[in-house]
């Protein structure tokens, strides 16, 4: 059994570095904003033994944000939504878990349900990055709320200007910038 728990949690902590930029590709194409580069997808048996990691120790948030992370970098969403529940249902303060499940809802079009996440991660961390980054997208894009989202990918840039993917903001904001108000 202690064998066992061992490999759990190695697997755990080997697929935890799944980092979660997940985002549908299809609306990025439909919008001129990238992401850093995301991770490599999982596989079916990664998948499976982090499911089983996670069954094995119920009571392990970060059993279950890892499956999370790796559901969502397989963009099978709601079944990522379902596993960080799981997770903050335990871990209720872990702001990267909270914006990744705000990214899950994007994922699925529940666009103010992604906002609503990601205001609680921001609430909890008010200068996480990605969480402004995330709602940003988000409120600009999705929403259609030009103002909101330029001020948090400004928030963004405040707290990370030298990030890997602040040439990308930048242009987003200019892009936002010269829309017409409502569009």
Known sequence: MKRMVVTVFAVVASLAV???QQQDQKKQQQMNYAPPPMPAM???LQVNQLQE???AAPKNPQAWIA???AMMDSQRFSEAVEA???GLALDPKNVPARVDMGTCYRGLGKFDKAVEEYRKALKIEPNFPNGHRNMAVVLGYDLHKTSE???EFKKYLDLAPNAPDAPQVRQAI???SS???GK
């Open 174 to 176: 200019q892009e936002l």
């Open 53 to 55: 990691a996670a069954t």
């Open 18 to 20: 799944f980092g979660c």
């Open 84 to 86: 960080y529940q799981k």
């Open 67 to 69: 499956l999370g992370d």
């Open 179 to 181: 829309r017409p108000a």
């Open 42 to 44: 999982p596989t079916q």
């Open 149 to 151: 989202g330029l001020a």
